[in-house]
């Protein structure tokens, strides 16, 4: 059973909704403990100070930040907390946008609002804002903290509850300019274009999340299961890297006719 992550209120000027947060995720993957390979004891990570080759317990462990000019700044525990945000029981709701304006890039982590507690105030209150953001197709961008960490969230309706998403700042975002391309760009020619938008709508289809399924996981678990019953697990050769495309033509004409028949 999902368990909340935190509690407080949605806060819309002087209208505050009670509502405790859920994580929209769950982990399926499969997780490892590290051992010795001779004798499958469990591997302890310890710090130790490179210079004394000692080991270094937790509480003398100080924070060093390099600057651009490779200056070291070290700042103790207290000091950093001193930077910390403002802990607060509230989701600050700054402005409304187009859910369509925001550009996915900027999305972090789901997680679902639900109400906290049953009184009929609110209830009401989030019924509200449920109904009038799916209505009106708008989306609520907020701030709160989490933990140590202040967070821009957008907050949304979805399957009759809302939903909060953390967001990234704009300068996390890294500038498509600054991403290097090859200086040499040629136009394609239109009979690639035509056959490229032909493959795209040969493979355009409604989205289903169920279709799409982890298939590293299932080979992994297939894995462990054979190691279970003590099997042997046959490493494969490594794929060969595929080689440049001779013909784009050739080769999009081929995948269309491949795609067609199934």
Known sequence: ????????????????????LFSGVKDTDVHFHQLHASDHTPIETRRFCADEDTEVPYEEIANG????????????????????????????IEAFVDVTDVD?????????????????????A????????????RAALGRFVLRTKEHLVLVRARDDRLTLTTMRFHDEVRPAKDVPLPTKRDKPAKKEVDQAVALIEALACP????????????????????????????????????????????????????????
């Open 1 to 20: 059973m999902a368990r909340s992550i935190w509690k407080g209120s949605i806060s819309l000027g002087l209208v505050n909704v009670p509502v405790a």
């Open 104 to 124: 996915p890039i900027y999305f972090d982590h789901p997680y679902v609002l639900v109400p906290a507690g049953d009184s009929e105030g609110t209830l009401r």
């Open 207 to 262: 989205w289903d999340p169920e279709r799409y399924e982890d298939s590293f996981q299932k080979r992994l678990k297939k894995i462990v299961q054979r190691k279970r019953k003590g099997q042997t697990v046959e490493v494969p050769e490594a794929e060969k890297e595929p080689s440049p495309v001779p013909d784009l033509m050739e080769a999009l004409e081929k995948t269309l006719a491949e795609v067609k028949s199934g």
């Open 65 to 92: 930040y390099e600057t651009d000019d490779e200056e070291l700044i070290v700042l103790t525990d207290a000091e950093l907390a001193t930077a910390a945000p403002r802990k607060t029981r509230t989701i600050d």
């Open 126 to 137: 989030y019924r509200l804002l449920v109904e009038v953001m799916t209505r009106t197709e």
